[in-house]
């Protein structure tokens, strides 16, 4: 029997292992782990088969490495902090396990969303015949594996990719973050980014922005970020012109932002407060709503896809590939809001099919790199139905 070590017990955690539990007996056999153990508690309380929890520190890779042997997975799945991609990385090759994550390495100490730290692992998981997949939640993940699949059905060549990102839900707070806050603040403050003609412009935070009309929600403001999905894609999607990432955000959300920002509130500089070194926006994580809180009452829908130009047959051609989610429906299956819904699935199906053998390697692989085909039917099957729009 196949297991998974499941590292965090977050909101995507939570969704990934209650995803898990809905599936069985396709992914039979679950240890989730975590450095708080009454979130695994809670998670073991939700599900109906059983699965074994641990406390684990992520940053201690002896800690992990002797747990890893003792739980004896197939396969090591990280939905921990991206400052903990490598420590797990290496006790997977210390102990001879697969890997997957949804989100790729960022140092503690500088908000820098960067693959080559984890590129640099291809050679020693080639040698050692572990496969390590990188990104495979919905952004990066979903939306890089809809850009393998335009390439591979629908386009001689691509030219231009937008990636397009909007949540138009309302979970009743003045301000509040759908994931960690302090990965998704540090996010949103660093300068934007995009790809074009072989070279990376950068542009002033959140300084540009267009509307778009997104299904099932309709037209929304969504602004230029750098997302380390166009890292990779621009690497991995051959002759690709121009590759873009936008997001929404409301007005009353960027104007608590900058009040924030403003007042040094987002800083991760540690600064004297009463003669102790903080962080402040560690301090500031701790004053936030807990993002699994937010499920509970929050409605609306998520639209997020990819809208691709290039050549099919000599003729131009512009596609919209994308999925809808309801943060209700997504609460009513398994206690979440649609953001860590649309993290979690992905990574149970990656998990899945690298499992099943379906996805196979020896290396450090993006998703793009791997046959979408499988992944995109698993996507309609188990819960993010996605759905083609020809511009």
Request: hydrophobic share 40%; glycine share 8%; charged share 20%.
């Amino acid at each position: 029997m196949k297991k998974v070590l499941l590292i965090g017990a977050g909101g995507a955690g939570s969704v990934f292992a209650r995803k898990c539990d809905l599936l069985y007996p396709l992914i039979p056999s679950l240890h989730v782990a975590s450095r708080t153990l009454d979130k695994c508690k809670q998670i073991q309380n939700h599900c109906t088969h059983p699965i074994e929890i641990s406390q684990i520190d992520a940053d201690n890779v002896p800690d992990l490495v002797k747990l890893i042997n003792e739980v004896k997975p197939f396969l090591v799945v990280n939905l921990a902090l991206p400052y903990q991609d490598l420590t797990i990385m290496d006790a997977c090759l210390e102990t001879g396990t697969h890997y997957l994550d949804t989100a790729n390495y960022e140092p503690p100490n500088e908000a820098k969303f960067c693959y080559k730290w984890q590129w640099d692992y291809h050679e020693r998981f080639k040698e050692k015949g572990l496969m390590a997949v990188l990104g495979c939640g919905f952004d990066p993940g979903v939306t890089n594996i809809f850009c393998a699949y335009a390439q591979k059905q629908h386009f001689d060549e691509i030219h231009t990719i937008d990636i397009v990102d909007c949540n138009d839900g309302n979970h009743g707070h003045a301000f509040a973050t759908n994931f960690n806050p302090e990965i998704n603040i540090r996010e949103i403050t660093q300068r934007g980014k995009y790809f074009e003609n072989g070279k990376w412009i950068e542009t002033e935070p959140l300084s540009q922005c267009e509307t778009f009309d997104f299904p099932e929600v309709g037209p929304r403001k969504a602004y230029l970020m750098y997302h380390e999905e166009l890292e990779s894609l621009a690497k991995h999607i051959k002759g690709v012109q121009r590759i873009r990432f936008w997001m929404t955000f409301s007005e009353s959300y960027l104007t608590h932002l900058n009040v924030l920002q403003t007042v040094g509130m987002t800083g991760i500089e540690p600064v004297m407060h009463n003669g102790q070194p903080i962080i402040p926006i560690q301090f500031l994580k701790t004053l936030l709503p807990d993002p699994a809180s937010l499920a509970a009452n929050y409605t609306g829908k998520t639209s997020i896809g990819c809208i691709i130009e290039g050549i099919k047959d000599g003729k131009k051609k512009k596609l919209f590939i994308y999925n809808v989610c309801d943060h209700k429906a997504c609460y009513n299956e398994v206690g979440a809001q649609a953001i860590s819904y649309t993290t979690g699935v992905p990574a149970v199906l990656g998990a899945l099919l690298m499992l099943q053998d379906t996805w196979q390697g020896k290396g450090v692989f993006n998703v793009e790199e791997l046959d979408p085909m499988p992944f995109m039917s698993a996507l309609n099957q188990y819960g993010l139905p996605w759905k083609e729009l020809v511009l």
